[in-house]
Each structure stands twice: as C-alpha cells, then as structure tokens.
C-alpha cells in the first residue's frame, strides 16, 4: 500500500510523545548517582565537541550529526543504547560484588562503604528502574502513533538493544578509550603542554599498541580543536 502523507494530528502525536519521553529521559538522567565531572556550560570549547565523540562511539545506532532532528528513530536508537549499557552495567554489578569480598587488608573505611552503597543502591533502585519503566512506556505507547513513526521507532531501538556490550573494550570503536579518559579528565589534559605529552601519558595509561603513533593523536587533537601552545623562537641576542 502506498504511504499516506503525514497528517496534522500524527504529527502532533508525535511531538508530544516525544515530549513527554525526553521529559521522562531527563528524569532519569537526573537519578544517576555518580557525579558529573564535566564541565556544564563555561567549559573548554574542546571539551564540547569530545562529548559529541564519545556520544557517537556511544550511540552508533543514533547516527549522531552536529544538531540531529527529534525524531522516533532518533529516540528509538538512544534508548535502545542506554537499555542495552544499563544491563550490561547491572550484570556488571552482580559479577562484581561476587568477586570482590572485602578482605582485612586494605578495607574501606565507613565512610568509602557508605558512599558505595549510595552510588548502588541509586543505580540500581532509581536510575535502573527509571529507565526499565521508561522503555516500557516507550514501547507500549508508541503502538499509538503512526505505522511509520512506530517502525521507525522499534526499528531503531531493536538496533540499539541488540549492541549490548560484553566488555568495556567493546563499548565503541579502538579510540574511544583514549576519547573517554580525555573527556573524564580533561582539567589534566588541558595542563598539559603539547600534543606530545599527551601522547606519552596515553602510552604510559594504555600502552604503546592501543595509543599508536603520535600523528593519530595529533589527528584526534585537530578533530576536537584541542590546541596547545608552540612553543616560540628564542630571542635573537642583542
């Protein structure tokens, strides 16, 4: 059957399912517990355009642009990506208080623990259980909409789900290690002085395989406008 034109009314139920989804995003974007140790607005301008990079290493399924349009498959593609992180994170969790017991030696102190169980129990109780009832909102409310906002919608988020990483090493393509330690720790990349010695700390962190060569972070530095000072001439005596 051929499509039918995108009527007043569908679109209007489209905006407003998308409305009352993001609200209900930013909602749970809010319940996480770990603090934000990104800049908010006077950051770096690098800073910035790293976070794009990382969210497309993040969001592959999103097809991330400079300023993408709201729009189902948009939607779908982020949601399914955090639904898919959000139970590899909690199986993470599950593995993790298994394998680490606390032992005499090198105990956390009271405070550390009940900072632990903060950061958990937010994950786990409000965060997890934020999104678990967003994506069961998401997915039975948008039967309302129109058959291709709704394909467009599952669609997407069927692409997203479906990449549900096994490992931090999976999560992204080979540099999004380097982008995600630049971008949590960009106040000690800034100090630096030179592409150069960005590029030995990365090696000392990662290693020489996983850094390559100079020239790829030079080519990384470029992309994000992330420029150090050169260093000038001596002056010519007198």
Partial sequence: MPEQETT?????LREAWLNRLIEELEK?????????LLPENDGPAWVQKLEG??????????????????????MGAILGHQCSSAVWMMEWLA?????????????????????????????TEEWFEGLRN???????????LSYADMKEFLLAYAAGFAQKPDTVG?????AFRIYFFMLFQWRLVERLN???????????IFGANQ???????????QRIGLHYRKPGRPKKLQ
């Fill in 194 to 204: 030179s592409v150069r010695e960005l590029h030995e700390l990365l090696i000392k």
């Fill in 95 to 123: 593995a993790a208080s298994v394998k680490h017991r606390p032992t005499s030696v090198g105990r956390p102190s009271t405070e550390q623990i009940k900072e632990g169980k903060r950061i958990v129990v937010g994950l």
């Fill in 53 to 74: 990079e990382v969210a497309k290493a993040l969001l592959p399924a999103a097809r991330l642009k400079n300023e993408p349009t709201r729009t189902p498959r948009l």
């Fill in 8 to 12: 007043i009314d569908e679109t209007s």
């Fill in 211 to 221: 850094v390559g060569e100079l020239k790829r972070i030079e080519k990384i530095c």
């Fill in 134 to 144: 967003l994506a069961k909102l998401a997915l039975s409310s948008c039967v309302d």
């Fill in 28 to 36: 749970v974007d809010a319940a996480m517990p770990v603090k934000n």
């Fill in 170 to 174: 999976d999560i992204g393509h080979s």
